[in-house]
């Protein structure tokens, strides 16, 4: 039972985190990403944190960790291209993965 909630826990933090980025994104944006897309980004987002290594960095003296969003877009477009997802103007992707750190950084606030 324990790991069904856990899998609702991360349902329920992942329709949060695509509602929080379509209110982010810019008005020409907000329709032209339906949700499955976005939850596709999101997973990319996550498996390019593990594979780079991110994950593993040591934070700065002030606590934060570098992360380059112009790798994190690039690794998004050439995956969904390779996936044959679709291919994405990586200024748009750009917001998109903005709007995933917004919406970390805002659970950091609230915490």
Do not use: H, R
């Amino acid at each position: 039972m324990g790991l069904e909630n856990d899998f609702l826990a991360m349902d329920a933090d992942e329709e949060k985190t695509i509602e929080f980025i379509k209110n982010y994104l810019p008005q020409e944006l907000k329709e032209k990403f339906d949700d499955d897309e976005l939850c596709y980004f999101l997973d990319l987002i996550d498996e390019y944190y593990v594979e780079s290594g991110i994950l593993d960095a040591e934070p700065d003296a002030e606590g934060y960790i570098n992360i380059d969003l112009e790798e994190v877009v690039s690794y998004i477009v050439k995956e969904a291209k390779k996936d044959e997802v679709g291919e994405y103007d990586p200024e748009e992707i750009l917001f998109i993965v903005q709007g995933e750190m917004e919406y970390g950084d805002s659970l950091e606030e609230q915490a």
